[in-house]
């Protein structure tokens, strides 16, 4: 099985041109055996199930709280491998727990014979319905960990990233009262940069920063999450944020008011993100001038694939780009990971922020620095059982 499917490799690897230097030398042999190589990959199978994940911390943003959180775990094996997935659906959005399993139970992946027709198959998927970007993303991640663990590389590898540039992740702090918002910002005294939610009004929002300044002089991130209701008023926060030594701040008012923010982000003294004014690579032109950068969530944009196009076409209108999540397990926040060493931030700390983590992937140290596996895919071990991820770093 091993000689066989490391033949499989050197060949599909070969269809890949420059993006693997090392199958160069095997080329000339391996090309031609494509087509044989592919047919002699089994069928795919695809199997999901639900999977509520429990918060450590009651979470609120500027227009809910809660303390758990409904996912769904997809695997599609092929010739005894298997690729991991992940739907992670916060009640914010559109998606439920019934309406990612329906959506895969009409995903028929019988009639494609090869995974690396990752383009063929993802379109297939998208033009299923409209919507269901989780639902979708799911089945993205769980190729691209198969197609990956085919090829016996890493997706930043494959996309030629360099692992050393990974940033650090910030640690979300969720709007509280003073007490809670101090203890939680002592727990995450380590991490380099924090993230603040703020929206809900003035004396909450000063408050929130307050209660984190006495006790931590870190960089921060806001989120206004769309909460701040007046351009006036937003850019005054802004400002009073650039004084307290606030980095960034994302979408500070509601994502239809373009012109109010691209006039906050004319004046603004900081990076002004896009959020929820954005879901997949269509959204980005229309955010050029009106926003400094995008921030871009797998669980939104339908995965990976999507994602990396994002990328590099905000890059390519010289615009910024963090890469954020949802609560969600190692496996949705290691494949992010695989873009972060091309990010300007990374908001990768959902796996943090629960108690019942299903796997080993990237590693976070404990001031927030992301390191990237060797290990091929998404780089993930599922774990036996499991486990509080913030406790395995402090
Ligand atoms: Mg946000």
Redesign the pocket.
């Known amino acids: 099985m091993s000689t066989r499917r490391n033949f499989m490799r050197a060949s599909l690897a070969a269809t890949l041109g420059a993006a693997f230097a090392q199958s160069s030398a095997r080329s000339a042999f391996a090309a031609p055996q494509v087509a044989d190589a592919a047919s002699a990959l089994g069928k795919m199978k695809l199997s999901f199930r639900p999977y509520l994940l429990t918060l450590r911390h009651a979470f609120g943003v500027s227009g809910v709280t809660r303390t758990e959180t409904m996912g769904v775990q997809v695997e599609i094996e092929c010739d005894g491998i298997v690729g991991y997935g992940e739907a992670s659906m916060p009640p914010y959005l559109s998606e439920s727990t019934d309406s990612v399993l329906a959506f895969l139970k009409r995903v028929d992946l019988s009639q494609f014979n090869d995974p690396f027709a990752l383009d063929d198959i993802l379109t297939y998927v998208d033009g299923i319905c409209e919507n269901n970007a989780a639902a979708k993303c799911s089945i993205d991640l769980a190729l691209h960990d198969l197609v990956g663990k085919l090829m016996g590389q890493p997706w930043w590898r494959i996309w030629g990233l360099n692992k050393e540039k990974t940033p650090t992740t910030m640690y979300t702090i969720g709007i509280d009262t003073p007490e809670k918002v101090m203890e939680k910002t002592r727990e995450a005294a380590k991490f380099e940069l924090l993230k603040v939610k703020l929206g809900r009004d003035k004396k909450s929002d000063r408050e929130m920063i307050e209660s984190v300044r006495a006790v931590s002089d870190k960089p921060i991130a806001v989120?206004a999450?769309q909460g701040w209701k007046d351009k006036v008023y937003a850019l005054e926060m802004i400002e009073w944020l650039h004084e307290q030594g606030i980095v960034m701040v994302?979408?500070p008012m509601k994502k239809t008011k373009h012109d109010d923010i691209a006039w906050i982000t004319e004046r603004s003294p900081l990076p002004i993100m896009a959020?929820?004014s954005l879901q997949r690579l269509t959204d980005i032109p229309k955010l050029k001038g009106v926003f400094s950068g995008i921030?871009i969530k797998l669980m939104k944009c339908t995965g990976l694939r999507e994602a990396w196009k994002m990328l590099n076409f905000a890059r390519a209108l010289d615009m910024k780009v963090m890469v954020?999540c949802m609560t969600e397990t190692s496996c949705a926040i290691s494949a992010a990971a695989q873009l972060s060493p091309a990010v300007d931030w990374a908001d990768l700390d959902g796996n943090l922020l629960i108690s019942n983590d299903l796997f080993d992937g990237v590693r976070t140290e404990p001031n927030g620095k992301l390191v990237l596996s060797d290990k091929p895919g998404l780089g993930l071990t599922k774990l036996e059982k499991p486990i509080n991820r913030l406790d395995t770093l402090i």
Request: negative net charge; charged residues 50%; without cysteine.
């Open positions: 989120d999450n994302e979408q959020d929820e921030n954020g």
